[in-house]
């Protein structure tokens, strides 16, 4: 290390800095709930050749669109990259897309005229147009249902606004204002970053920048490097079933194969069924961008983000599969698959790794849209949010109870006293239920149930829960967890059960009750200390007659 | 005189004055001794023996009881009454995982457990309008089982509570009647926002510390009277204000912290003094440095706190008026080492006080920030603690030497990489507080204070380019200074969402005045002596927008309104030409409570050439290496004029100035530094 080492040392934190500096000023500005409430967004600097060197996340499934879009711009426009440019992007097939209602704009930053930087972020907006309020939905079967397609296009030209754009933009979408806005804070938090990277370049000029970039990424690799090196070595498989695609297709079958090497971590999803009629697919950066979260969880859960760290990992899969679907197959609702890409590493790994890795959690995002009148302007009305539920058990801990999925992260759920007032809707119960699952030494944590009075005229429901069918996996003798579920429970006392809806009517007076998975247990249950149960009982966790049944308590 | 104690978890300091026939300070007085956990007040009350009882007529008192009961659990034994159906709210939190790519992750445990959170039957609804009355027949089988397990405090959250609290008010009624001892904490009584999970959490939190705070203020207040002190003492809260003990017994988390707004107050009272209106401040101790902004010399109070998060951590939140404080561990004792990758990093671990930094020779053997200053000839060994311990740099050197090794430098050039990275680290926290809030730090004056405030001025000054540098008197006891200065002052938040606009204008007047009329009578109850005065607040947002943004609300709309836009503008770069909704009025109660400012300083015939004791060689990085003027800081008169390279002494602090800048002396003794032009951030 030279003395110049430390100038390189405090440009990494500058830049780590960069990147949550834009993430915050991205969340805070946005119109949309799902980016500052769900923080279904990720925001980034790469080098100039598409190299992630900082990025702030809200959830761990952006991790490879930053760069991948970065890379198809350099690719569609290689010398036709001007100051003033900013591009645009949510072709879901490439450029680092994963479905349409995530869009990604890619700013190249110029120093003394020359490309030295690009700034991205990427946020789910809340509609961006197609078949159904909100955009997001079960039943489509082509991409061009599902929204407005932006096939990675200038949205500035030179610092001019492509105006033609705007207006089409403006006349495809149903919430305009708020889909701009979302639009507008995604170019602000873009110019936060170009600022901060110039004003780097400028105290540190050029040469000395690339240098403290490229020795970013070198030493995101050998962190990660070191840590393959403690894992066990060999060819770990798991395999598993998706219930079904939305359209009443399925189960499918996925698996995947992870092979760990001292220097490469390799996954091959080999096996995994063609991709659904339904809009359950996820495309391939989708899938890369996943397997990169699952990795990073298992070899460096804590370095700061950059594209190094994901040198040593290599990922197979071929063409037209549920996790590398083409076009014009359908994505809205992506992270249904997309999640079986973390699980299955996962459920490979976790009895190799059961200090990083637990049971298996109840996993869907449990997305729902609830559409009803709005209370003030008796307008569009829409609840558009994801749920917690039961995380499983790990060696030498309980699952944690009523947090977001895996796929999901520094996500918040939305107060019962804000949904109160924004929607037509009573909230009757927001707590955790007691459906037999996750019995163990360690016990799963807890699913949660939600109860919605609806108060509205025209509403409906869509929401699409997976491990409906299937409950995520218990370890080493735990139980299963229990499934996702939805039940409406009409006024006149009859009861529908689901594991997903589409745009289902309800009237004034139904109530929705929404029921997340409890997750895996961990080790045999009649092995569970007796105090454990006792508290359990106690606190209501378990009822007495699964003390009885499941644990031999007498 | 005029005493302030601050309880620290190491350390209880006393600050105080005595003011001559003119109404001017004419002695200060400063006592140091150790902290007496979990008994506090014991160490209070050992300090306030060294100054004449009688003679006091203003007591401050600053402390980390309530803090210390959050970290340590060590509180009352705690139940939850709440709404039916909402029991869990407490656990699953806001569902949240900051640890993103941590699959173990464990969320914070509740501090209720679920047998002791209890429902009944009632609600109201978001406009505040009752469905049903609560069920408190019910309450006897739940009084039954609190008291059977030995609970101590309820607090009682109810849905809507702060659209309306009179279900919440009959529950409390019937809980009081039914078992008069027990401690009870109101949600309308501690928080009056919206969101379930933070209010509920607020009012738990506040149950939890409120038997231990009542025990504390009790036995303090009655040991003082023992002592002869005949004055209530006044409490400092985390909003930067002063309250009575009653009010602070009532509402105990509004003291969580009530030590680090203390510093912000002292540099108010300066800015005030000195005609400066834009203040930045750092205090940097052993462990940690602290940065906020103080525009307008109005510090930013907020009411988004929590206890205990982190980057990875989401942390129990107490929604009660904070001064908005951003906190970073390094420090003074801050330890140096490699990660695997092969990065330096300096902090956040600490050698603290023992070892400590290993030029201290109390059995440190890790290269600390301290030692790098010694080893830069910034600070003299034999200046550490105040002339009070013999540095040994040999062992600073030996410690520091296998790092240097390691990465291939000398001893020397390892000390300044490491004040470089520590100065990075202090630079990022000042800009969390000032950039990324919209501001420039051009329009800003650098307060630099605590142990190692001046050791770091200019570096961080020039990194963010602010205007200058204020190093003021006595640097390291500045924050108890400021306690001396404060006025009363308490915060009332209340949650209505109300669009602004002509048609809700007087609405929302009405709105305020009734808030302001609670607020009067509240605090005139509590202190009848103090005239009193209000300012209005609002958290005001686009509709639409989750965030908002705290603006002055004065009486016309339109300039409400246009103050809104311009701060919307400065924090988040835009505006938007669309319906504005207000969320939270806040009207802040004040009143003064006659501190003084510092004494000027007398020349007393000292001259800069009398305070100069010597050169030595000091590493100042980039700016070079050379020889530099040290000198005593106290003998420098007022007018005194130091050009860099320079190190100006004094007990506890060393202010370091490399060539190229200027010091200055103003008349109160606080050090001007005037930064290198065109310095680029």
Known sequence: ?554 | MRIATDVGGTFTDLVGYELDGGGRISRLVTHKVDSTPPAFERGVLEATRTVDARAVRFFAHGSTVVINALLSRQGAKTALVTTRGFRDVLEIARGNRPDLFNFAFRKPRPFVPRHLRREIDERTDADGQVIRAPALEGLREIVDDFREEGVEAIAVCLLHAYANDANERAVGAELRRRWPEVSIALSSDICREWREYERTSTTVLSAFVQPVTSRYLDSLASGLRRQGVSVTPFMLQSNGGATTVAAAARNPVSMVESGPASGVLGAIELGSALGERNLATIDIGGTTAKCALVPGLEPRVTTDYFIEKTATEPGYPIKTPVVEIVEIGSGGGSVAALDAGGKLRVGPESAGAVPGPAVYGRGGDRPTTTDAHILTGRIDASNLLGGRIAGDVERARRVFAPLAKTLGVTVGALAAGVLRIANADMATALKLVSIDKGYDPRDFTLVAFGGGGALHAVALGEALRFRKVIVPRNPAVFSAWGMLVTDLRRDFVQTRITPVDDANAPLLAAAFADLERDALDEVGRDSPDVALTCSRHADLRYRGQEHTVKVPFPKDTGAALAGFHEAHERAYSFRLDQAVELVNLHVTVRGALGGAHHPAIAANGSSVEGARTGTRRVDFDDDGHGEAAIYRRAKLPPGAEIAGPAILEEDASTCVLPPGRLARVDDYGHLHLTLAPGTES
Request: aromatic share 8%; hydrophobic share 35%.
């Open chain 1, 1 to 554: 290390m030279s003395a110049d080492a430390f100038t390189k040392e405090v440009i990494h934190r500058a830049l780590g800095a960069v990147g949550e500096e834009i993430f915050a000023a991205l969340k805070r500005t946005s119109m949309s709930p799902i980016i500052y409430e769900t923080l279904d967004c990720a925001v980034g600097i790469t080098d100039a050749r598409g190299e992630v060197l900082s990025q702030g996340n809200g959830v761990i499934t952006f991790l490879g669109t930053l760069d991948a879009a970065v890379r198809s711009t350099l690719d569609k426009f290689g010398g036709d990259i001007e100051p003033g440019d900013l591009f645009i992007t949510n072709d879901p097939y490439e450029g680092g897309g994963t479905h349409l209602s995530d869009v990604t704009l890619v700013l190249p930053v110029f120093h003394e005229e020359r490309l030295v930087a690009f700034v991205a972020s990427k946020a789910h907006w809340t509609e961006v147009g197609g078949m159904a309020p909100g955009s997001f939905t079960t039943d489509s079967t082509e991409v061009y249902q599902e929204g407005l397609q932006f096939p990675l296009v200038k949205l500035m030209e030179r610092g001019a606004v492509n105006q033609a754009l705007i207006e089409l933009i403006r006349a495809n979408v149903r919430l305009p204002d708020q889909t701009l806005g979302d639009l507008w804070a995604g170019v602000a938090a873009n110019r936060v970053g170009e600022a901060r990277v110039l004003e780097l370049f400028g105290r540190y000029g050029a040469a000395t920048m690339r240098d403290a970039m490229d020795s970013l990424l070198d030493y995101g690799e050998r962190m990660v490097l070191a840590e393959l090196k403690r894992l066990p070595k060999g060819t770990f498989t798991a395999s598993d079933s998706i219930g079904g695609d939305g359209l009443g297709g399925g189960p499918y079958h996925v698996e995947a194969a992870v092979t760990i090497e001292d220097d490469r971590f390799t996954i091959d999803f080999t096996g995994t069924d063609p991709q659904a009629a339904g809009s359950i697919n996820t495309t391939r950066t989708g899938m890369e961008s996943r397997a990169r979260g699952i990795f990073r969880a298992i070899t460096a859960p804590h370095l700061a983000t950059n594209g190094g760290m994901f040198r040593p990992l290599r990922i197979l899969a071929p063409d037209g599969t549920l996790f590398t679907a083409r076009r014009p197959a359908p994505t809205s609702t992506y992270w249904e698959s997309g999640g079986f890409v973390i699980d299955l590493v996962w459920k490979a790994l976790a009895p190799h790794v059961p200090d990083r890795l637990p049971a298996g959690s109840f996993l869907s995002v449990c997305a729902t849209i609830l559409k009803s009148e709005d209370p003030d302007s008796g307008g569009l009305s829409l609840l558009v949010e994801p749920l917690a539920g039961g995380w499983g058990a790990g060696c030498g801990k309980d699952g944690e109870s009523g947090q977001f999925c895996p796929g999901n992260g520094d996500t918040y759920n939305i107060p019962v006293e804000v949904t109160e007032r924004r929607h037509r809707v009573l909230v009757r119960r927001y707590g955790f239920h007691t459906e037999d699952g996750g019995a163990g030494r360690y016990r799963g944590g807890k699913g949660v149930v939600l109860d919605y009075e609806i108060d509205s005229e025209n509403a409906w429901l869509t929401a699409i829960f997976g491990r409906n069918r299937f409950p995520c996996w218990g370890l080493e003798g735990g139980q299963d967890g229990s499934p996702n579920r939805i039940e409406i429970h009409r006024k006149g006392g009859r009861i529908e059960h689901h594991g997903s809806v589409t745009r289902l009517p309800v009237a004034r007076g139904d109530v929705v009750r929404l029921i997340t998975g409890t997750g895996g247990g961990f080790g045999d249950p009649q092995e569970r200390p007796r105090t454990l149960v006792a508290e359990d009982l106690r606190n209501g966790y378990i009822t007495e007659r699964q003390a009885r049944e499941h644990y031999g308590w007498s």
